[in-house]
């Protein structure tokens, strides 16, 4: 039942070249920043990534981003993040964009072992009909475009169905844990990390404070150890290395 694993580099070590990761954080908040360095470090290339968006700031999947490690996302949010941009429109990259909410609710679907759902999100949109560019061919066109996928109707409204997401690995990051793997997420890193944990085959979680069992309230834990199968303990310094992506203060 002990989960914990002494280094990110040892938790991450069985993450082969084309392995799938599902990825927690957004933006910059609760991003798995030193389970994506001891990745990096590790040269593990050729990624599938699942992701809200793919790094910010060079900053978390940026790093394996800008060193062509990634060689595809599936995300819902491009933003300010310039080297994704040209990445995907030189066709150096396959993207998948999708309705965030949507994005969310596969993830949490792939975890709950419901293969598909229906959701209003897309219909009458190249989401639900297809030809959303998948990857671009350098000059302008696409070369790979999404396929159309069902439409039903219930009650009179009509519904798009899309697939559960599972992946072979996890990357997440807590702010409290247990030997157990049971994990705490502190304020707005509560985002994506909860489905992108019960996503994934193996999950591994970064935990800025880790506690023997028993010391969480039963009642304050976010995501039970059932979904974790990997925990890192953070040092002060890296639990504190948290940056702020926009400041904004009153003059």
Not at 26 to 38: C, K, R, T, W, Y
Not at 130 to 145: H, K, M, Q, S
Not at 181 to 189: D, Q, T
């Amino acid at each position: 039942m002990d989960k914990v694993v002494a280094t990110a580099e040892e938790a991450v070590a069985d993450v082969a070249d084309g392995a799938s990761l599902a990825v927690g954080g957004f933006g910059l908040s609760g991003v798995p920043n030193v389970l994506i360095q001891a990745l990096y470090e590790r040269g593990t290339t050729g990624l599938s990534v699942v992701s809200n968006n793919c790094g910010a700031m060079e900053s978390g999947l940026a790093v394996l981003l800008a060193a062509g490690r990634i060689a595809r996302v599936t995300g819902s949010y491009i933003g300010a993040n310039k080297e994704f941009a040209r990445q995907y429109l030189a066709g150096e990259l396959e993207v998948e964009l999708i309705p965030q909410g949507t994005l969310a609710e596969r993830l949490r679907a792939g975890g709950a072992g419901i293969p598909a759902f229906y959701t209003p999100a897309g219909v009458g949109t190249q989401v639900a009909e297809g030809g959303l560019p998948w990857r671009y061919d350098g000059a302008g066109g696409v070369a790979l475009a999404s396929p159309a996928k069902e439409v039903r109707e219930f009650d009179g409204t009509e519904y798009v169905l899309e697939r559960g997401i599972r992946t072979d690995f996890a990357l997440v990051r807590a702010h409290r844990g247990d030997r157990h793997g049971n994990l705490v997420f502190r304020k707005s890193s509560r985002n994506f990390n909860p489905l992108a944990a019960m996503a994934g085959r193996i999950t591994v979680a970064e935990v800025e404070e880790v506690v023997e069992p028993g010391e969480l309230d039963p009642d304050a834990v976010h995501l039970p150890g059932i979904f974790v199968q990997r925990v890192v303990a953070l040092t002060p310094e890296q639990a504190a290395d948290k940056r702020i992506e926009q400041r904004t203060v009153r003059s």
